[in-house]
């Protein structure tokens, strides 16, 4: 009678490593498969970073082969901070959002005898203020002025830092008080290679290509002090072609995603402006800081479909505290008409143009001594 043990061994034998037709068992040719099917996968993916990494369509690589189609503001503003300091010590720094982004430092220069240098960068949040001053503050000392253009979302209670902060090595080193550790540069990295992987970057690549074969003008551009001009809108103005009622009516659902959740004013952020505020008065630096508009059209949208009046008011009294607590300047230009500001005088619903810019400065130097 046969054992226990030698029906298993047959059964073993029979039903779980089956004979293939040219003898091997069928778990030597799975692993042979799952080798082969890793092989080509692993080959795929280094293609990919390869193509990835030959068209850089957001100068990660620094391969500078084909356009760039999505610019890194702050990998931008660093690299331009670093020329135009070098050439002469910059003295004013402009931070904020895009929407501080057209304060002209011609303009500063001249009505304050300070060079001036325009560090806003997009969607800019109260750690990339922090970040950006610590930054420019470490690479010349001599910086004697900051001018900070506040925006309601940069006190955001709801959103995480941007992922282009994230990903700068450089502004998290400095937002983190000293050198990125290797666990930092790790993980910076790691951030960047899953962004690498994304729908959105292969997008990017895809029109790096079309705008390599079919050239033409770029949207917009930095000058070499930072300021920002928008190429693209400055042109069908000329030609009488901009539409202005257009791109303020695309604002409109742009802001209400951007406040969107949005319940409160983040402690954190709150404490980190303060901290902000409270460096530059450590490094006898004057600081100004004012609450950004956004077109008259747009603020009447948001305050019937969000909640942006009353945080708006919020942003008021917390600037109010600045004020009262740190004794400096600060002006509430939420609102156009509080710095003369024209309705024509803007790009889209949250973006003003350089007419409105200069009004905006005008208010700003009464301060700047």
Sequence with gaps: MTNLSEIRRRAHAQYLIPKTSGGLPAVAATRSFSRRFISVLGGLILLYLLFAIVVDPRRDFGTG????????????????FDQYNQRKAVEGIVVGS??????????????????????????????DYLAIYRWAKSKDSRI??????????????RIDFDGRLKANPGLMGALGGGKPSAYRKTTDFLAMMK??????????????????????PAF????????????????????GRFDLQKNIKESREEYVRRLDHMQGLSAKRKNQIESLVKEAQRD??????WITPVHPEVAKFLARETAYV????????????????????????SNSAAFDGTDSGWYDGGHIDQENAERVINRLVTALR
């Design 195 to 216: 962004t690498v992987f994304s729908r959105y970057y292969l997008h990017d690549e895809f029109r790096s290509l079309l705008v390599a074969l079919r050239p033409r």
């Design 144 to 157: 004697t002025a900051l001018v900070v253009g506040l925006d309601v979302e940069a006190l955001h209670d």
């Design 284 to 289: 006898k630096v004057q600081v100004v800081l």
């Design 98 to 127: 895009s929407r501080s982004m057209m304060l002209g430092c011609d303009e500063l220069d001249a009505k304050t005898r300070w060079r001036w240098f325009n560090f806003s960068v997009d969607s800019a949040r109260a750690e």
């Design 65 to 80: 082969i084909f356009p760039v189609v999505s610019l890194d503001s702050r990998g931008d503003k660093m690299r331009l």
């Design 220 to 239: 917009s551009a930095f000058g070499e002090d930072g300021v920002l001009r928008y190429v693209q809108w400055d042109g069908e103005r000329a030609a």
């Design 310 to 333: 009353t945080r708006l008011e919020e942003t008021r009294s917390f600037v109010e505290q600045l004020r009262t607590e740190f004794t400096i300047p600060v002006f509430d230009l």
